[in-house]
């Protein structure tokens, strides 16, 4: 378990010249994260891999930090990262705390107006995120040119659908087995088609926690995303799926349109019904370590009962 105090001995190290105020345990999501207040210099935060089965992320999140750079987009200056193990047993990353606040604490704060043109700032963002290219779509650890040799829709299909999120929820009867079959059909038979894409650099994890926004000047921009161990090279229609229905939000159609005049580009329907059937199975499942948020479970019924109509139209292009 780390502590406070693991966390003070490692910023007096790392930081020696200033003056540390207090530290700041915001808890875990993927990572424990600590946040560290200086006297004299911006807060900077400290994210642990405390995870021992997953494959651990500082690495990547740094190099994904010097494409957003190279390219041009908001960050989060990158100051620390050990993957050694030897300084506390976990690997960790430290970034400077960032501008904005968080897209989800916003939309409960601020008028239609304002959540509005803050989809629309967004949407700007995803565009020039999704105009990065890659040569293939695949995941990365260290190296964005090093890719794991499998794809990722294969990899979703045979891990959350047909097995893992989409096998739990069938075994405990949220899904029927008519009804689990029918996804597992319409994603398989739709494979070659999802695979077809421009491959991009997709954000994964665009969630409403994970984008921080500021108003600058009449307009709010975006100006920093978390969650960067999930960046990959894939179809931009997967983030798409999450910005125009993100999971755990109810959402407005003012609020879509909104986004989609920022992004400028209409997203293929049909891509994002399918990625919306992964969407719900895993938010249901709980993947995506949501929030605790009083709504959660209204909008898990929701989702679900979203699932037919996706899988009536989706089997209709298919005859």
Not at 49 to 77: A, Q
Not at 269 to 288: E, G, H, K, P, S
């Amino acid at each position: 378990m780390i502590t406070e105090t693991d966390v003070l001995r490692l910023a007096q190290s790392h930081f020696p010249e200033n003056t540390i105020s207090w530290i700041e345990d915001l808890g875990t999501w993927v990572r424990h994260n600590f946040r560290v207040h200086f006297s004299d210099r911006k807060a900077v935060v400290y994210k642990f891999n405390v995870n021992t089965d997953w494959i651990d992320s500082s690495v990547h999140e740094y190099r994904v930090t010097e494409i957003l750079e190279k390219n041009g987009l908001p960050f989060s200056p990158v100051l620390v990262v050990d993957d050694s193990l030897q300084e506390i047993g976990h690997a960790f990353i430290v970034v400077e705390q960032g501008p904005g606040e968080r897209l989800d604490r916003l939309m409960r704060l601020k008028p239609d107006d304002e959540i509005k043109a803050m989809y629309r700032g967004i949407g700007q963002f995803y565009r020039r995120l999704h105009a990065i290219q890659g040569k293939e779509s695949g995941v990365w650890v260290n190296d964005p040119e090093q890719l794991i040799d499998v794809s990722p829709t294969d990899y979703l299909f045979e891990n959350e659908i047909l097995s893992g999120s989409g096998a739990a929820l069938a075994s405990k009867g949220v899904l029927n087995k008519l009804l689990y079959q029918r996804i597992v059909d319409v994603w398989q038979a739709n494979l070659a088609y999802l695979k077809n894409h421009k491959p991009v650099l997709v954000h994964g994890s665009p969630f409403p926690w994970t984008i921080y926004l500021e108003k600058q000047g009449p307009d709010w921009q975006v100006t920093r995303i978390t969650g960067l161990g999930d960046t990959f090279w894939w179809d931009p229609a997967y983030d798409l799926t999450f910005l125009i229905e993100p999971p755990f939000t109810f959402m407005f159609d003012q609020w879509r349109i909104a986004f989609l005049q920022g992004y400028g580009a209409k997203p293929e329907i049909r891509r994002l019904m399918l990625y919306r059937l992964l969407q719900i199975i895993c938010a249901v499942n709980n993947v995506y370590m949501q929030p605790r948020i009083e709504q959660s479970e209204t909008w898990k019924q929701s989702a679900l009962h979203a699932i037919p109509g996706l899988l009536k139209s989706l089997e209709t292009t298919l005859k």
